[in-house]
Structures are given as structure tokens and as C-alpha cells.
């Protein structure tokens, strides 16, 4: 009998490839650069209700390299217009307050299993099952906020080099609810979001089980959709072509054996993507806090920021010969037994093994009187060695 999985899963299968990202032409590399430039002289975000002010250090970790390249391809590379919805973007976090949404708030919504983030397609893209059959709850801006919340969840699992998810609906009706179809206001609300504010995110929407009435809810809502992300809809077409079986929920024709059971999937769901985004913070820290740093830098996949090697760096420094005698006055190493022959020598302490530390700033170690205890010097192989810089934060995807 096979195993029963009730948490998320953690990678891609190995044979799950995410496609090559296309090479930036001349043209397209100006148009970005000057965004960029764009977006570091920004003095403050403007937003109502008090909370106008100054970029903060997790706005600027947001605000990636590939961040600024999706707003600009969802403007057919107009500058001034994808200048225009980034600033527009923050000011909706803000007052929308997406970065104080929390597992506790959102928990009743998801309580049935309406939404889940299972599994990645055959590019590596985080898959995020809709269940509108498992509906619980009347309309309300608490639903919206809910896929709100599991955008973000999404976005933070997502791999190495992956920046698009993979949405599967399966608008299945079930004993509690019969029409699985969400009404218009809501949808157009929760379109506007998506196209707004989570630009070129959708890689792919496989849909089955579809209704004569969801039908008409589509053609409905049709003229809301972009033109590229009509393409991207795949209505009852086997999902196993674009998602492993072995990753692909039986619910929605897969070999994956899942249950939902919300009081052991809901904090293992938070737990991991806690982890992984901090993982990924750390690492922006750790590369100079750039505005316009790499994703690949972020999640791993290079060693190497948008600022170098040197501040991607995160060990401590070794010490110079000159510096040999210098150490934190606080930190006095233990001493061998006395040699008598031996001429004294002052003595140094190990450098710290947290990562990234600063330097600390040196303070001369007086002069050990003759009755001082001599210490040998240390061997090569036994000083302290640094931390990689690719070691710190180290996405686990």
C-alpha cells in the first residue's frame, strides 16, 4: 500500500528541468539599466493611511533584478510604464499589507484543503492546486487575502532559476457545493491583482472537470485576460503530460497519494517556507543588501552578486602578519605549560566562526611580562578557516 503524504514536498524530481532563460539584447539590457537606476533614487514609497516613507530593507530585497524584468516584458518594455507599476506595486504591498499577512490569519480559510502547494512541474514550477469544491467560506477580503498569502508562500519555494508557478484547478463539485464557479466581482478583484501586481508568475493553468456554467464564467471574465495568459490555459488535457505522476495529486489523475489533514500540512507548510525565504535573505544580506541583486544569487544557483566577490564575501578575514599580535582584548587564549628556553611571545585568539561578522576592531595585546607563560605558534593547517560565501544562507530547494 502506497505511503500517504500529508506535507509538502520539499524539491523537483531530478528529470524536472526549468527551460534556458533567454539572453537580454542591447536594447533590452538599456531599457533595464535605466530602470534600475530609476528605482535606487527613490526616496520613499507613497502610500495613504500613514504609511508613505523610505524603501525598507525587505522592499529591497523584493526588488531583483528579474522583479524589474518581469514589469518591464509586461509592458512590451516601456520604461516609464514599468517605472510607473513597480512604484505602484509597493505602494499595493503596503497598504494592502502583504508582508503582515500571517499563517494564523489566513488558517480558517484553507481549513478544507481549498488551496495547496503540492509538487512541481516537469520545469521545476511549484505547483498550486484550487479545490473550489472545498469551498468553506462566504466572499469576503479574507478570501482574497488567502491567495494572496499562498502567492507568496509559492513564490518562496520556488528553485533555482524558476520565477513562473504552475496553477491546477479542479472545479470537481462535491456534496457541500454544487456551482464551484466564484462570482464575478471577486474574480475580476483577484484578476486585477494578479495582473497588476505578480506580473509574468503564471507559467502554466491546467483546468479540468469543467462545468457548462465555469464555462460561461471564463468566456465572462475572457476579456480580462491578457492575450499571453489565455495561451498559457490548458482545459481538461491530461496534467501528467506537464507534471511528474509521481508529483501530480490523484485527484487530479497523478500517482501522488496526498490527504489533506490541515493541523499537520498547515505549520509544515509555514515551517518550510520560513526557512527558505530567510535562507534567501540572508544571502541578499550577505551580497551588499543590493537593490537589482541576482535571483540566482538569492537562491544559490551563483556564488556571485551584482556587487562581487568581495561583497558576496562573508568569512572573516585572516589575519596579517602585522595584525598577529592584535586580538579583541575580551577573548585571552589559553596558554600552554611554560617552555623555559623559549623566547615569550604574546598571544592571539581565534577569529570568530559566526558568518558574516565585521572585523573586530583591534586592541594591542600589552607585552607579557618575563614571568609570562610563552606560546608556541600556531601550525598552518590549525588556523581558522573562513566560511565559503556560497555556504551562507544556502537555499535547501
Known amino acids: 500500500m502506497a505511503t500517504v503524504l500529508k506535507v509538502p514536498i520539499a524539491s523537483p524530481t531530478p528529470d524536472s528541468q526549468p527551460k534556458p532563460q533567454a539572453a537580454l539584447t542591447a536594447d533590452q539590457k538599456e531599457k533595464y539599466n535605466w530602470l534600475l537606476e530609476q528605482v535606487k533614487n527613490w526616496k520613499e514609497v507613497p502610500a495613504t493611511e500613514g504609511k508613505a516613507g523610505p524603501l525598507t530593507d525587505r522592499e529591497k530585497f523584493w526588488l531583483t533584478r528579474e522583479c524589474l524584468l518581469r514589469y518591464l516584458r509586461a509592458t512590451k518594455w516601456n520604461q516609464k510604464e514599468a ?31 481549498k488551496q495547496i502547494i503540492l509538487g512541481y512541474d516537469k520545469e521545476g514550477r511549484v505547483c498550486h492546486y484550487l479545490n ?15 491567495l494572496v498569502f499562498m502567492l507568496e508562500r509559492v513564490i518562496e519555494l520556488m528553485p533555482p532559476q524558476v520565477e513562473t508557478l504552475s496553477l491546477l484547478i479542479n472545479f470537481k463539485s462535491s456534496k457541500s457545493r454544487s456551482n464551484t464557479a466564484p462570482g464575478i466581482g471577486l474574480a475580476r478583484e483577484v484578476l486585477n491583482i494578479l495582473q497588476n501586481h505578480y506580473p509574468e508568475r503564471l507559467g502554466r493553468a491546467l483546468i479540468i472537470n469543467v462545468p457548462w456554467i465555469v464555462n ?29 505522476a509521481e508529483q501530480l495529486w490523484t485527484e487530479f489523475n497523478g500517482n501522488l497519494e ?21 535562507a534567501k535573505y540572508q544571502r541578499w544580506v550577505a551580497g551588499g543588501q543590493q537593490i537589482g541583486e541576482l535571483e540566482d544569487f538569492i537562491t544559490g544557483h551563483a556564488e556571485v552578486g551584482v556587487a562581487g566577490p568581495t561583497a558576496a564575501a562573508t568569512s572573516a578575514p585572516e589575519p596579517t602578519p602585522a595584525a598577529s599580535a592584535l586580538v579583541p582584548a575580551a577573548e585571552p587564549e589559553a596558554v600552554p605549560a611554560p617552555a623555559p628556553a623559549a623566547a615569550p611571545v604574546p598571544t592571539t585568539t581565534e577569529a570568530s566562526k559566526e558568518a558574516p561578522v565585521p572585523a573586530p576592531e583591534a586592541v594591542a595585546v600589552a607585552e607579557p611580562t618575563p614571568a609570562a607563560a610563552p606560546v ?7 588556523k581558522p578557516k573562513g566560511v565559503a560565501p556560497t555556504e551562507i544562507g544556502e537555499a535547501t530547494a
Open 83 to 113: 517605472e510607473k507599476r513597480v512604484l505602484g506595486t509597493l505602494t499595493w504591498r503596503r497598504e494592502y499589507g502583504v508582508e503582515d499577512l500571517t499563517a494564523d490569519q489566513i488558517s480558517p480559510e484553507n481549513e478544507t484543503g
Open 216 to 244: 460561461g464564467f471564463f468566456k465572462i471574465i475572457t476579456p480580462f485576460i491578457d492575450p499571453l495568459t489565455r495561451e498559457k490555459l490548458k482545459f481538461n488535457e491530461d496534467m501528467k503530460k506537464y507534471v511528474p
Open 258 to 278: 496526498f490527504d489533506y489533514d490541515h493541523a499537520t500540512y498547515w505549520p509544515a507548510l509555514q515551517k518550510m517556507c520560513a526557512e527558505k525565504h530567510e
Open 376 to 382: 608556541e605558534e600556531k601550525n598552518e593547517e590549525e
Open 132 to 146: 473550489p469544491g472545498r469551498q468553506n467560506t462566504e466572499a469576503s477580503p479574507r478570501q482574497v487575502q488567502h
